[in-house]
């Protein structure tokens, strides 16, 4: 966690039986939901008190990512897989209220390999499962057509709602004649009916599973993280103006955080060796000044507070 002052702050150790690079923070910054057990069961854990209790008690089934959802701070948004299933592969979309009732697979049908996208509004779940689909609370989940926004690709993953709610980042993928294909990062417009690519580039090897798209807070900014683009980096970090479409690549990084108010973003260097020290880069957009933090060994960010 970081303090108001940019300086990671350790919530909890490993010890306690945490899967922490899982773990979400809320948007208050007074509970953390992680991930334990075997099964993997959603636990809340409230950092003034220190108690902690398990929201979804599903032992049929294995939780393995979770989000607030500011819109709708009553519900958390999870995927879960059946217990002897690939718990790296799809998953299901499914909800929990924070007292730990009304447990449900939202989308039965539908799996996601990427973090859905919660909207601002609280009403629509963007989620990856092939192409683009959005589930709208109570009515259901409908595919969002890339094609009437001028699109031509073979995969869509890693949805991102712009703040204002009017745009979606996606990661897109297609075919390539002699390679692995080729990534890109996306906006659509909604209420335009447009799609603007701001950077695309061809996989250098394998496919790329992980990533991220993380919008600052006036919509100005977009950081995105890729796989298999560079040689020497396990993922590659970017940030976009949105308005212009400029890009500006920061080099090997992940998990990219921005400040509340816009003005910065950390983001995860990858360690030298297993629960080792590692640093964090603060960045500036814009000015691309940055500063380096030590964090302590075995931590992850995991927001701001």
């Given at each position: ?5 940019g ?5 909890t150790?490993?010890a ?17 939901l ?11 854990l ?6 902690a209790?398990n929201?979804?008690?599903s032992?049929d089934?294995?939780?393995r ?9 009553e ?7 059946p ?5 790296l592969?799809?998953g299901?979309?499914?909800?929990v ?5 009304g447990?449900?697979?939202l ?12 909207s ?13 689909v ?6 259901g989940?409908?595919?969002?057509d ?7 690709f ?13 745009r ?17 990062v ?34 100005r900014w977009?950081?995105?993280t ?11 970090l ?7 479409g ?12 921005w ?35 030590i964090v ?10």
């Amino acid at each position: 966690m970081l303090d108001a002052a940019g300086q990671p702050a350790l919530i909890t150790t490993a010890a306690t039986g945490l899967q922490t690079s899982n773990a979400a923070l809320s948007p208050d910054g007074s509970q953390l939901l992680y991930l334990t057990g075997d099964p993997p069961d959603i636990w809340l854990l409230d950092l003034g008190s220190g108690v902690a209790r398990n929201l979804t008690k599903s032992p049929d089934q294995g939780e393995r990512t979770m989000q607030w959802w500011p819109a709708r701070p009553e519900t958390i948004i999870f995927t879960t897989v059946p217990v002897g299933t690939d718990s790296l592969g799809p998953g299901t979309l499914g909800a929990v209220a924070v007292d730990g009732t009304g447990y449900q697979l939202l989308d039965p049908e539908g799996e996601t390999s990427s973090l859905p996208a919660l909207s601002p509004d609280g009403v629509t779940i963007a989620y990856a499962s092939g192409g683009m689909v959005l589930y709208e609370w109570g009515r259901g989940a409908a595919p969002l057509d890339g094609a009437a926004f001028g699109l031509d690709f073979a995969k869509a993953a890693i949805p991102a709602w712009s703040p204002d709610g009017q745009r979606l980042a996606w990661r897109l993928h297609g075919p390539l004649p002699n390679s692995d294909g080729w990534g890109g990062v996306t906006i659509l417009d909604l209420a335009a009916g447009s799609g603007q690519v701001l950077h695309q580039y061809p996989l250098l090897a394998g496919s790329e599973i992980y990533g991220s798209n993380t919008w600052s807070a006036d919509g100005r900014w977009l950081a995105a993280t890729t796989q298999a683009e560079f040689s020497g980096e396990k993922t590659s970090l970017w940030v976009f103006d949105t308005q212009s479409g400029a890009g500006q690549h920061l080099g090997s990084g992940d998990h990219p955080l921005w400040r509340p108010d816009g003005t910065a973003l950390v983001y995860k260097t990858w360690p030298g060796g297993e629960c080792a020290d590692w640093e964090a880069r603060l960045v500036v957009p814009g000015s691309w000044e940055s500063w380096t933090l030590i964090v302590p060994g075995c931590a992850h960010l995991v927001g701001w507070r």
